[in-house]
């Protein structure tokens, strides 16, 4: 199956500061999202991104289909921005099967 | 709309019981799935429904894990019997086909499982 690797796995970063996250996979996907889970738990769908670029207030994505990665922008960081960035692909065939992946946790410090 | 919503939030319950989650998807939703994440394995996919009717449970670890979608706005997991192992949170998702392929995934705020 598709395997799905993100970097870095953990990153801090103090208030204001700008970062990327990238996530790379191993065969074609048909679909792929970006999540931020908070503190709490909850998991907030931030892009619907199986190409192309979009962005989304200070928030930002790219996916480069034929080189297999997507890469997730946070400009001006907040403390709410704090929590774990998942990456999660659909290969050939979208049927709607997501694979994550293992995430990258941010801590935004004040 | 409400979102999704799941029940209970937090369960306990001890080594061999039934426990039986519960999700309501986002009304007009045509896919449902379940997750569930450890910190040793991450999020992994259950199984999922397409218009009521299971397309792939090949995620479902064990027998005792069994999934339902009576209707359009309802769908249980039921554990039976229970194992310590099974602690974890598991979350429901719904999506809307889009232009032939899912879309955005929308998910719930999870079940806390802690089985003693």
């Known amino acids: 199956g598709i395997q799905v690797e993100q970097s870095p796995p953990d990153l801090i970063l103090q208030e204001g500061a700008n970062s990327t996250l990238r996530c790379n996979f191993s065969d074609s996907v048909n679909n792929l999202q970006w999540f931020h889970q908070n503190p709490w738990g909850q998991l907030i769908n931030l892009f619907y991104i199986p190409s192309g670029t979009k962005q989304n207030g200070r928030l930002s994505a790219t996916t480069v289909a034929t080189e297999r990665y997507s890469l997730l922008y946070i400009s001006s960081s907040q403390t709410t921005d704090s929590g774990v960035y998942f990456c999660?692909?659909?290969?050939?065939?979208?049927?709607?099967?997501?694979?994550f992946g293992q995430g990258t946790t941010l801590q935004v410090k004040p | 709309d409400a979102g999704v919503i799941q029940s209970p939030r937090h369960e306990v319950t001890e080594m061999g019981q039934e426990v039986t989650l519960r999700c309501k998807p986002i009304?007009?939703?045509?896919?449902l799935f379940w997750y569930r994440q450890t910190m040793m394995r991450g999020l992994e996919l259950l199984i999922y429904?397409?218009?009521?009717?299971?397309?792939?449970d090949s995620g479902m670890p064990e027998d005792r894990f069994s999934a339902k979608m009576p209707n359009a706005s309802f769908s249980t997991l039921k554990i039976q019997p229970s194992e310590p192992r099974d602690s974890a949170v598991y979350f429901c998702?719904?999506?809307?086909?889009?232009?032939?392929?899912?879309?955005?995934?929308?998910f719930g705020p999870g079940t806390r499982l802690t089985v003693l």
């Open positions: 999660a692909v659909g290969g050939s065939g979208n049927t709607g099967k997501l694979i």
């Open positions: 009304s007009g939703h045509d896919y």
């Open positions: 998702a719904s999506s809307l086909i889009a232009g032939g392929l899912t879309d955005t995934q929308y």
């Open positions: 429904f397409n218009n009521n009717v299971p397309i792939d």
